[in-house]
């Protein structure tokens, strides 16, 4: 079975083919950088750029394949969350496709695929407990099987990534600031008090990070006035001492608030052995050590998919698409496409036959 992945729910326009679970080939688009401009993705500019370049990818994705649509049994398409304009781009693509060839069209989400895409690499994937943690989400959740995952948590406001870059941005950094913070925090020594650990003292799988956003700006308020550094930063080596023990101690905050959330989704799930941590922050060096570790603690394993896997990519939604189209799974096409902030429906049917 063949199943043409899109991509378009953020700033990145990609194309993939999986091919009996392997990926054959991959094209991408970034915008990052005219975002970048603006100090964060503008929703408009991005539809506008996925519309100029869904054509493109596509013909290239075919020619370098030597496919033609009528090849592809299955297109799937990123249908949520993510900007409601960037989706319809290729949402709207995607039924065209699915619509002249007859092939099945399959809608999907986003922050599944990030977490399914480790199977692309060999790993097992069901059963497992799902950590997505990106720049606009930070999802728990319970994996059975493709189409069985089931949220346990998420966050109540920042996401882990978006707490990253919002005191990245306060401390001068480039945006966006995650990557870069990491790298400070590496240079420097964590005081496990500088910063609480966010929204613990409750029952729930949910996180919090707002709080947190506001504790390091506290703690910056005097710094900033007593030291100086490049705004943007974006060398290590100009920072100063005192920021580079900031981040290390705001990393161990939000790395620690993740992986006590997770022991507990763990204990409350004690045949679960296998914890994939999927999406951009993922790349974080002490959450990777952290889970690793938890992981090890339990007996079990922590997974972490590739970063070309992490970051946004068509390749995942086409083996998700992959993995539900072979278990028999379609939309109609009259598939909604699901901004953030929306639960994405349940409403796949059992494919009719052609
Ligand atoms: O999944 P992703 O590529 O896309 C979006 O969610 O848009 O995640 C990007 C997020 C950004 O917030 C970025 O700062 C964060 O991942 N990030 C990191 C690291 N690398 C990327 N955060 C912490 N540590 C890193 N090493
Ligand atoms: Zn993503």
Request: proline share 5%; aromatic share 6%.
């Amino acid at each position: 079975m063949r199943c043409l992945g899109i991509e378009s729910s953020c700033d990145e326009t990609a194309f993939a083919l999986v091919e009996d679970g392997r990926l054959k080939d991959a094209v991408l688009a970034t915008q990052a950088d005219m975002h970048a401009l603006f100090g964060g993705v503008v929703p408009e500019l991005a539809s506008r750029e996925h519309y100029r370049f869904c054509g493109a990818l596509y013909d290239e994705l075919m020619r370098r394949t030597g496919l033609t649509i009528d090849d592809i049994d299955v297109v799937a398409v990123s249908r949520g969350p993510g900007l409601l304009g960037s989706l319809l781009v290729g949402v709207a693509f995607a039924k065209g496709l699915a619509l002249g060839s007859g092939a099945r069209l399959l809608g999907i989400n986003h922050l599944h695929a990030h977490l399914l895409a480790a199977g692309l690499e060999g790993a097992t994937l069901f059963p497992a407990l799902g950590l997505l943690v990106s720049g606009g989400h930070t999802h728990l959740y319970r994996m059975d099987g493709p189409s069985r995952i089931v949220q346990l948590g998420r966050t109540l406001d920042d996401a882990a990534g978006e707490a990253f870059d919002k005191v990245g941005k306060l401390m001068g950094l480039a945006y966006p600031g995650g990557k870069l913070l990491d790298m400070l925090a590496r240079q420097g020594r964590a005081d496990a008090r500088l910063f609480p650990r966010p929204y613990l003292d409750n029952d729930n799988l949910d996180f919090s990070f707002s709080g947190l956003k506001t504790a390091a700006a506290t703690w910056l308020g005097p710094i900033s006035g007593k030291e100086s550094w490049p705004r943007p930063l974006c060398r290590p080596e100009d920072a100063p001492r005192t920021l580079k023990d900031g981040c290390a101690s705001f990393n161990m905050a939000v790395t620690e608030t993740l992986m006590e959330k997770t022991r507990r989704a763990l204990d409350r799930n004690p045949d679960l052995h296998r914890l994939i941590v999927a999406g951009g922050v993922a790349a974080n060096s002490m959450l990777r050590e952290q889970a690793a570790a938890l992981m090890q603690s339990r007996g079990g394993e922590a997974i972490f998919p590739s970063p070309r896997l992490c970051t946004d990519n068509a390749a995942m939604v086409a083996y998700a698409g992959w993995l539900l189209g072979s278990e028999g799974w379609e939309h109609p096409l009259s598939l909604e496409t699901i901004p953030r902030g929306r639960a994405i429906p349940d409403d796949m049917r059992r494919a009719t036959a052609p």
